[in-house]
């Protein structure tokens, strides 16, 4: 299947999508036995992505920090997060290149804070805008009105990331950070 219709609210886990170059990409939900390949993930991540998905500096960080956030992100509460990530076969094993996510602060919020993150290998290739309109199609799916996404203000491959999913949004100036408000309550 290439790209999925980002107007349909149903999202049917795993699915295979297309990159621009042609290389197709499996997406599935994550799983608590992810926490290595999570790791692994944060391992491959230029510095500068690094600093761009979690806004501090960690060249030098511990790895048994790492080793359990990983832990602590692979294993979701899933009444009130959702974690979608996309995986590649390499050398027989699967290795994840991105992970799109968001979580409310309590389950039956109307809205969540989001994130994602796409191994510096595999930026410009859409693999962002695809996982990203997955996760919008999650929201949805789960009834949620708006998804909060924080970047920096120089980040123009998130700023483009938004505009390319048509979503209605709002972007506020926050301590040197733009808070955007993705409005889910109208189709795109």
Not at 96 to 104: D, E, K, L, N, P
Not at 107 to 123: F, Q, W
Request: aromatic fraction near 6%; proline fraction near 5%; charged fraction near 20%.
């Amino acid at each position: 299947m290439d790209q999925p219709d980002t107007l349909n609210p149903q999202l049917s886990l795993p699915i295979t999508l297309t990159i621009r170059d042609g290389r197709p990409i499996l997406v599935r939900h994550i799983r608590p036995d992810d926490a290595g390949r999570l790791v692994d993930l944060f391992w491959c991540l230029s510095s500068e992505t690094r600093w761009r998905r979690f806004f501090v500096p960690l060249d030098h960080v511990d790895p048994d920090l790492v080793w359990k956030t990983a832990q602590r992100l692979a294993a979701i509460d899933s009444a009130r997060e959702v974690a979608l990530v996309a995986v590649i076969e390499q050398q027989g094993q699967e290795t994840i290149i991105a992970v799109a996510r968001f979580a409310s602060d309590r389950a039956g919020e109307p809205g969540a804070e989001c994130s994602i993150v796409v191994r510096d290998d595999y930026h410009g290739l859409g693999l962002g805008t695809q996982m990203f309109n997955l996760l919008i199609q999650a929201a949805r799916q789960r009834n949620l009105r708006q998804l909060v996404l924080l970047t920096q203000c120089d980040n123009l491959a998130t700023l483009a990331l938004v505009q390319h999913t048509n979503v209605p949004h709002t972007v506020q100036l926050s301590s040197g950070y733009y808070e955007i408000h993705l409005e889910l309550t109208h189709e795109a």
